[in-house]
């Protein structure tokens, strides 16, 4: 099993910056893949980041080249979402997702609210 913890959502102004973490209950590096997500009020949630343990990454075209999903070589256990030139379109409710073996996890989300 692995818990998920998210912080350091907020609101911030058009243009402004956030980073996101979620802690883990498990180094980062086992995990097949750990994930963002988004869900905005009224719509599906939606991916919005993940790192595969390939150490491939994959962004949706709506914040690609303004987000970036990264893991803590020294934490081991924490995944960062950096956000930039933050957008209006970007509030929602971010949540971090967990692949571990055939099971999915996930934490209780954050809200990130962007005002234009």
């Known amino acids: 099993q692995v818990q998920l913890e998210e912080s350091g959502g907020g609101l911030v102004q058009s243009g402004g910056s956030l980073r996101l973490s979620c802690a883990a209950s498990?180094?980062?590096?086992?995990?097949?893949?750990i994930a963002w997500y988004r869900q905005a009020p009224g719509k599906q949630r939606e991916l919005v980041a993940k790192?595969?343990?390939?150490?491939?990454?994959?962004y949706a075209d709506s914040v690609k080249g303004r987000f970036t999903i990264s893991r803590d070589i020294a934490k081991n256990n924490v995944v960062y979402l950096q956000m930039n030139n933050l957008k209006p379109e970007d509030t929602a409710v971010y949540s971090c997702?967990?692949?571990?073996?055939?099971?999915?996890?996930w934490g209780h989300g954050v809200q990130v609210t962007v005002s234009s």
């Open positions: 997702n967990a692949q571990f073996l055939q099971f999915a996890y």
């Open positions: 790192a595969r343990d390939s150490g491939q990454t994959t």
């Open positions: 498990r180094s980062v590096f086992s995990l097949n893949a």
